[in-house]
């Protein structure tokens, strides 16, 4: 069965940092690509970030140069290091797992941006 469990989330003052975790098992880890997506009340799941089997990233505008996304093969692991949050940034994050035949999603992580 196939897991995905995202961890990290949490309450955060404006300009503060975070680093989300997605730990997988039940796939071929290094055969997936990874992303990341939130969803924030009211609006449609958005990519943030993704990552390939050959480890290049694509960001959204939106967090380029604020956040990164990485991955450890060995771990099963996606992370999502999130720094110079904004209030914008609040969402809820979830992982997401994909190949050419199928794809998985986590069960999400909250991540609240507020003074």
């Known amino acids: 069965q196939v897991q995905l469990v995202e961890s990290g989330g949490g309450l955060v003052p404006p300009g503060g940092s975070l680093t989300l975790s997605c730990a997988t098992s039940?796939?071929?880890?290094?055969?997936?690509?990874m992303g990341w997506y939130r969803q924030a009340p009211g609006k449609q799941r958005e990519l943030v970030a993704l990552i390939s089997i050959s480890r290049s990233t694509i960001y959204s505008d939106s967090v380029k140069g604020r956040f990164t996304i990485s991955r450890d093969n060995a771990k099963n692991t996606v992370y999502l290091q999130m720094n110079s949050l904004k209030p914008d940034d609040t969402a809820v994050y979830y992982c997401?797992?994909?190949?050419?035949?199928?794809?998985?999603w986590g069960q999400g992580t909250q991540v609240t941006v507020s003074s």
């Open positions: 997401n797992a994909h190949n050419a035949f199928t794809y998985y």
């Open positions: 039940g796939l071929i880890f290094s055969s997936y690509a």
